[in-house]
């Protein structure tokens, strides 16, 4: 990251500041902001390749709900970055090699094939995107050097983009905001089952490091999470989470406990393009969703 700031320094300030347009979003964490500068130059010169693509290139798709919605494959990341505001965060798959101690976690899963020529390695990771607003995704990348095995892993992060159900299903709670989960859900991958049990406000996120870390991507603050198998096994801890995640979506629900629990589908607000916030509130938000506004 620190290599790709100083190049970028200058360029934030001759771009960014007649782009004022953009406003807090893009301000808030100076961290973000030369990435931000960065993305929306590269999205500028951005060609599409596919139908999709050219429609959310010339706005007349302008919210990420209506391609999730209708089930359509997204093929390109640049979709997603030009609907959203994403942060990334890399999990921690892998573990360190050596004798004085080794196996302290690491980004990178280090792999190695023996060969006549010999020891060929690989890397692979984990990347998580989110927007802290109801959207998240997870992707796995591995290639023979660390930097494209987080480009592809980035890629395949932004492609898988879901959405998620949030709310207040916890009795001692009862406060109908988006905090938590609307229900207990739970998710399987290899022999690990883990469940996420909705919990009060205020009482954070009671589970393993790096589920935290896609919980809090995906915008949900407090939750209690009960798991069963090979935790240790950081990739497939990773896919039940996903795979619990996914079951938010699954479950129908009545129309009066939408009301109760305080459901929200996805985020609430158009979170990317200021200019048309107003006619994505107006158009596009559904009758819960425009409750929420109302109230914040
Ligand atoms: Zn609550």
Redesign the pocket.
């Known amino acids: 990251m620190a290599r790709r700031k100083r190049p970028d320094a200058p360029k934030k300030n001759d771009k960014a500041a007649p782009r004022s347009a953009y406003g807090e979003k893009e301000l808030r964490s100076s961290g973000q902001s030369p990435r931000a500068s960065q993305e929306s130059s590269s999205l500028d010169n951005w060609k599409p390749k596919t139908l999709l693509g050219s429609k959310v290139k010339n706005r007349e798709i302008f919210h990420i709900d209506e391609i999730l919605d209708r089930g359509q494959k997204v093929l390109e990341p640049e979709i997603i970055d030009s609907l959203l505001s994403l942060e990334q965060d890399l999990l921690m798959v892998g573990q360190s090699k050596g004798k004085f101690g080794g196996g302290a976690r690491r980004v990178f899963r280090q792999t190695q094939k023996k060969t006549m020529e010999g020891n060929k390695p690989k890397f692979a990771t984990v990347v998580v995107v989110g927007d802290k607003n109801g959207h998240v995704g997870l992707g796995f990348g591995k290639a023979k050097e660390t930097v494209p095995a987080r480009e592809k892993a980035i890629r395949k992060a932004k492609l898988n983009l879901f959405k998620i159900r949030r709310g207040?299903g916890?009795w001692q709670?009862?406060?109908?905001?988006p905090?938590?989960i609307p229900f207990t859900v739970t998710g399987k991958c290899g022999s690990i089952e883990i469940k996420f049990i909705p919990a009060?406000?205020g009482k954070g996120l009671c589970c393993q490091k790096e589920i935290a870390k896609v919980l809090e991507l995906a915008g949900i603050k407090?939750v209690w999470v009960k798991t069963r198998g090979q935790t240790r096994n950081l990739l497939n801890f990773v896919y039940a989470c996903e795979d619990a995640l996914h079951q938010l979506m699954q479950v129908k629900l009545k129309p009066e406990d939408i009301n109760r629990l305080?459901v929200i589908e996805g985020s609430i607000e158009q979170p990317a393009l200021p200019d048309e916030a107003g006619m994505a509130v107006e158009g596009i938000v559904s009758p819960a969703g425009d409750a929420e506004v109302k109230k914040e």
């Open positions: 207040c916890s709670c009862n406060c109908g905001k905090h938590s009060p406000k407090d305080g």
